[in-house]
């Protein structure tokens, strides 16, 4: 079996967890309250332990990634955001990292030559197109569930909602966000499964988030749209958790809790996985630094105390075996009887 079907099961036996708790035990409380904030738990810790632990590593050694002119002579125009050379540039350069994804819009794709020798290169726009769609749909989707842990509702939360549902198209209203962020994981899962060599290099925890994710966003939108369930008690039992006054809210389709099970183990998940490049891009050296080697000198800070043998000292110690061996030597020694 491929790690795609590994994970694949793996989620499905997630989805029959709480179906089977909720809908056959009666386990409300634990799929409500417990199994929510003991992911919480894990994934703030989690969380804080990586941060932490990537802020004590030292970096004594400037390794920017580089792919523009570097800041040389005032008439030769430097790439400012590719080769930053200063705190100001190299912030710019984060910014468009975060919100732009700018390395990633750069990206090539590489492939055999039609002649069978060499390799040619095309554009890769796509992958960054759907990687922009998924982030920012994940991030308007979250914006928008702040309305059931908040009240009241933030004013900017009505915004975001009425700039997603501008179709103004259902009852309930479709909200774009939703729907765009099941198209670019599902188109994303399928550039994993359909590029033989990204295939090939693929594990069970590249496969796994995006089976996941694809589950939280297709229940959601059954939720939403098909199924249907008690707003008003959801936002009771998640006022509950928030205000850390848990209540047992009877009534609640199962499907809900199969939704927020899924979205506790990918909050647990989070620090453990690669997902974790949220918070790993702001201390990655070739990202956060500036490329002024030539400008400043940087000492390495774990240098030693080093006896060191110059050359010319060497030369002074074997000069007699050195002439007689006839090899050249940098000083010509001065004549008998005369002071060097």
Known sequence: MTGAAYALIA??????????GVGGLGLTFFFGVVIPYAAF?????GFLRRI???SRIPNPFRIPTTGGQQKFLDWIRQ????NPSSTGQVMGRMLSEVFLFRSLFRNLSSRPGSDGAGVTYASAKWLWLFAMVFHYAMFITLIRHLRFFTNPVPSVVGLVEEIDGWLEV???????????????????LARRLLIPRLRYISLMNDFFPLFLIITIAFTGILMRYVVGIDVTSVKELVMGLVSFRPV????????F????????????????????HAGGVFFSPTRNMANNNRAIHHENPWNYP???HTYQAFEEEFRQKMVEAGIPLNETPSPPGKKE
């Open 11 to 20: 989620v499905i036996i997630l989805v029959l967890v709480p179906w089977a």
């Open 41 to 45: 738990t894990l994934f703030f810790f």
């Open 52 to 54: 932490l632990g990537w």
């Open 79 to 82: 790439s400012r955001l590719d």
């Open 170 to 188: 259902g009852v309930p209203q479709i909200m774009i966000s939703g729907l765009f962020l099941l198209c670019a994981v599902c188109l994303l």
């Open 248 to 255: 047992t809210v009877e009534g609640i389709n199962p499907l």
């Open 257 to 276: 809790f199969i939704h927020i099970f899924l979205v506790s183990v990918l909050f647990a998940c989070f620090p453990f996985s690669k997902l974790m």
């Open 306 to 308: 080093v006896r060191f």
